[in-house]
Structures are given as C-alpha cells and as structure tokens.
C-alpha cells in the first residue's frame, strides 16, 4: 500500500544516505525471503500429504513425505522474519504508535516531541538489540539446538532476530539525526495517512 | 512499594509513554522494563530475550503472515467489482435494497481478510460510488459499511484472533471456528436494522429499480463462484480438521495467486506490493507481541494481575456485573488504542481475573473480539473510521455519528453472547479434531 522509498536531503552525504537506504531494503527483502520459504515448506507438505493419501486411495503404499522439523523451522525463520523488517517497516511508518498528541502540538513542539520519541524509542532499541546479541550468543557457546528430528543451532535464528534489532537502532538514530537537522520523519506523510485517513 | 502504589506509577509511565508517540511495541517492553526493575533484583535484560525470542519462535504465529499475505493478495483482486456486480441483483428485493450489499459483502470479504480495515476499504471503494450516484441517504451507506467492516474481526480467518490466541496460549482453529455464528448473527442484526430503517424511512430510499431477470441474476452471480470456493476451501479445512490454521492458510495464499491470475490482476508490481505490505503488516504486529511477551513475564514478577483477580473476586460481583464493568471500560480504551494494543495489553494483566471468575478462555476471546470492534468505529482513534474518511473525505466524528446505531447494535450482540455463549461455543464442540 506504502511503497518504501529512501528519505533524500540535501544534508546528507549521498552515499551515507544510499547506504543507509539499501540496508532497510535489503533486510526487509530478506524478512520477505524468510516469509515465502515458510509458505514454500508448508506447502511442500502439504503437497506431500496430498500425494501420499491419492496413493491411499488407489490402493499404493505411501511414500510418507514428511518435511522434518517444519514446525521448528517455519517458527524459526518467523523469528528471523518479524526481526529483519522492523527497519523497513519503520521506514514505511507501518509501526504504530499514538500520534494524537504529536499531531495537536503546534511545530516547535511536536519538534521536540518527536526527537524525545526517536531519542527514547533507540535507546530502548539498543537495549533489546544487546540483550538480544547476548542471548544469542549465550545459545552459541553452550551449542543449543532446536528440538526435534533435523537438529539446527538456534543461534543462527537468534542472531538473525539480533540483526534486525541493531538494524532498528541504526534506522531509529537515523531519523533522531533527520529530525534533529529540522526535516520531518521520512514516513510522516504515510503515517498520517493510516492514522489521519489522508491517503490519496 | 506497596501493589497498589505500584500498579497507579505503572499506569502513569505507560500513559506517559504511550501518549508521547513511542511505539507501541517498545513502549511495552519499557514499561516490562520498569516493573521488573522495581520488583525484583534479577537483571531483566535475559528474561526480555527470552520472552522476545519465545514469543516470535512460533509455529502458531506463522498463521499470521500467511493469512495477511493472502487479504494483501485479494485486496489487488477485481473482487470487490464482482461482489457488488453479483449481489446488488439479489438484494433489490429486500426493503432497504442495496444498502445490504455492504453488509453481505463486507461478511464476504471478511471470510478472505482478516482485518476489519480492509474489508471496510475494499467493500466502499466500489459500493460507496455507486450508492451515491443511485441516490442512496449517504449516512446510512456510511454507516453500514463502518458497522460491518468490522466483520472483517469477527468471521475468521481474523487477525486479531490470532493475536488474542497466541497470547493466551489458546487454539487458533477453535477461536476461528468460535466467530462463525456470532458474525453471522451480526450480519443478521445489521440486515434488520437496515430493513426496518427502511420501512420506516421509506422517503429517504431511492426509487426502486426494475427487477433483474432470475436468470440474469444467476449469470451474475457466477463471478462469486471463485472466491466461494475460496472460503470453502480455507474455513472448511480447518472445521473438518483437515490443516491446521496455519497450512489453511497457507492454501489460502495458494488459491489467492490462482484467482489473482485468473483475473489477470497478478501482476509482478501487484505481487511485489502485497509480499512487502504483509511484510510490514506482520513484522508490526509480531514486534508488538514480542513487546507484550516480556511484559507478561514481568507481570508475573510483579504480582498485579494474581492481586487484581483476587481483589476483583472478593468483590464478590456477578459475572453480568464483572463483564458490564469490562465492556464500558474497553468501550474507554477502545477510544484511544487500537485493537491490537488493547488486546496484548490486557491479555498480559486481565486473564488471571477472567479465568477465576469462571468464563472460557475462547468466549472471551469471541467478546474481546467483539469489543475490539466496538473500538474501530468510536473516535478519535478509530481505523475503520479512518478509511472512511479516505475515502469520503468526510470528517471522522460526523462519520462516527452515523455509525452509532451499528455501535449500539454490536452491543446488543456482546448482550447476545453474554446470555447465550452457545451462539460462540457450539460449532467450536462439533468440530473433527486433529
């Protein structure tokens, strides 16, 4: 509905700014990477099943397709998922949020509403995000794997949650700085459009 | 600290939060941060990544994208063109004629769509324009469309079902199969209401138009034929036991790009848009239940929702009185927060009460559904009163003065369901379990 589309301003160095951009994108096209792989598992045995049971039906024994572990993996890479799109979806304002009293403020103090918004919501992100690198670390040295048949290490998942944490923080001081040097947050127009209804 | 001097500086820190534009899901994990904070002398920092990590780690939630996914993919459809075209013919017989296309295809598209917004959208893109240019009282298209656009909660597969089942730990089939009757009940109401008002008001109704042939009206009807199929396949999955919510879903998204295809809208632009809108429509919601995971866990640690239920107990009040005093205080909440918000906050802290007062955990999420509801259409925050006014341009407290029947009506539906809980109970009994 919101298309994703990189802040520009004159302020910023271009390649700085390019870069920031490309890191949104590419962590939420991974987020929507991890998305259809579920929906490609999932379907994959369901596939399978039906397979098997036409088998049934015409009197063959069944292959009995299982895809192994699919629940530990599905709910991993959801993990993965739901973490790697907090910068981007950020970006696109799509994060709710109580906009009511910003939006009643005159400018000067919605200004500083907003910078203590971004100032307040990075700090807390940097927390999660470091709290989050240390659990997965923690699951790394002590080697925890997934429960199950296909055992994996659940680092890997937690690392990704991590990632896109720290990739929340950097977004969030991103539009502290924005917003710090008099620019609106990029995503002002889109979240007033969902909260205002002044979608086009 | 005493509880009760505990429990009024959270609620004041989370006010303050909340109102100075922190988003949602931090905002929780902060107050998650407080209590535990001055509680107890753990760090909560590893109870944070655990409650974070155990919340998204999920085979349950994986429902959620899909179903998402799947209202993103028909949202792009042509199927709102189709739905008006097929059931306008149908309806000109009943008294208030073609005002119950939104209601009827609201119910439709809610059988597909899991949000309430959405289905409001994708109904009155088409159906508004053309009551309007058929000379229909305007207050009244208005007001239908917002009272049954939140069908789209109800009828499942719905979005907040599976937020309110995740975080009460609740089966997400049985809670889908739960809002069946009470949304066709709805349906119902709404129906009525609209034909009485248009006895009643037989001079605000447009002139009739002439009746379409029987046959005619067949034809037309075919073009709901796919996305019947596409019900069928999805609620009719789950009943009979045959996939779990999350592999119907997944065969939603499936019969979703076949339909999509077959009406030539899947187009690469069309596709790119819906993945990454239920990208971030999931990741929001999925932060916000991470968020509200570790704020569970520190309630815990705090005590507050043990000591509320059995403060509330002592009182000593009826279930009528305890569930009166909840609705009217979601009625509140429900002005200011959105559904999702007041869902995952309240699960976290009002569970323990609801279950020692002695109601089943899927009623009460068919009367939580129900309240949430009542929330999209009371202003000031009120989505479905948001896409009305996109759409209308209208502003959105004269949009909420003609919803208020509808409102009054889904109160009479919470009384309905309060008195009769089989409305919600039953078909969820007769169900093949897996």
Known sequence: MFALRGSRSANDPPAMR???????????????????????????????????????????????????????????????????????????????RITMLLQALPPRGRYALELWAFGASALLSAYIAWQLTHFAFVSFQFDEVSPGVVRFPLAVPQAAMALGAIILTIALIDEFVLVLRGREPSFRKSEDAITLGKAE | MSIVALSLLLIAILLLILASGIWIALGLAAIGLVAMAVTVSTPP?????????????????????????????????????????????????????????????????AAVSGSSAATCATIGRISLPELRQRGYDQSMAIGTLAGSGTLGLLIPPSIIMIVYATATDQSIA????????????????????????????????PPAEPSVPLKQRIAASRRLIPVTLLIAGVIGSIYGGLAS????????????????????????????????????TSCMIAFILAGAAFLTTAMGFTGIPRNLAEWISRLGLTQWQLLTALTAFYIVLGCFLDGISMVVLTTSIIIPLVEKAGFDLIWFGIYVVLVVEMAQITPPVGFNLYVLQSL??????????????????????????????????????TMLDR
């Not at chain 1, 990477?33 to 099943?49: D, P, S, T, W």
């Not at chain 1, 069944?62 to 192994?68: E, K, M």
């Not at chain 2, 939603?252 to 790119?272: P, Q």
Request: aromatic share 10%; net charge neutral.
């Open chain 2, 245 to 280: 919510a999350t592999e119907a879903a997944v065969v939603g998204v499936a019969l979703s790009i076949v339909l999509s295809w077959g009406t030539g809208t899947l187009t690469r632009d069309n596709f790119r848009d819906a993945l990454l809108g239920a990208t971030r």
């Open chain 2, 174 to 205: 049985r809670l889908f199969i739960a809002g069946v009757m009470p949304g066709i009940m709805l349906i119902v109401l709404f129906m009525g209401y609209i034909a009485l008002w248009a006895l009643i008001n037989k001079e605000r109704m």
């Open chain 2, 45 to 109: 920092g590893p109870a944070l990544a655990a409650s974070m990590w155990q919340a998204s780690n999920s085979w349950d939630l994986t429902a959620l994208p899909m179903f998402i996914l799947m209202g993103e993919i028909l949202y792009r459809t042509k199927l709102s063109e189709d739905m008006f075209e097929a059931l306008a013919p149908w309806m000109q017989r009943l008294p208030g004629r073609l005002l119950h296309v939104n209601v009827v295809g609201c119910g439709i598209f």
């Open chain 2, 392 to 429: 209308t341009g209208r502003n959105i407290f004269a949009i909420a003065r003609d919803t208020i029947p509808f409102f009054v009506l889904m109160c009479v539906a919470v009384a309905l369901i309060a008195a009769f809980p089989g409305i919600a109970l039953w078909l969820p009994s």
């Open chain 1, 18 to 96: 390019a870069g920031l951009d490309k890191l949104y994108a590419a962590a939420l096209w991974l987020s929507a990477a991890c998305l259809v792989a579920i929906a490609l598992l999932i379907g994959a045995q369901l596939f399978g099943r039906l397979i098997d049971e036409s088998l049934k039906l015409i009197g063959i024994e069944p292959f009995g397709i299982v895809i192994l572990s699919l629940a530990e993996f599905s709910g991993s890479l959801l993990a993965a998922a739901s973490f790697l799109a907090l910068a981007g979806t950020l970006k696109a304002g799509a994060h709710i």
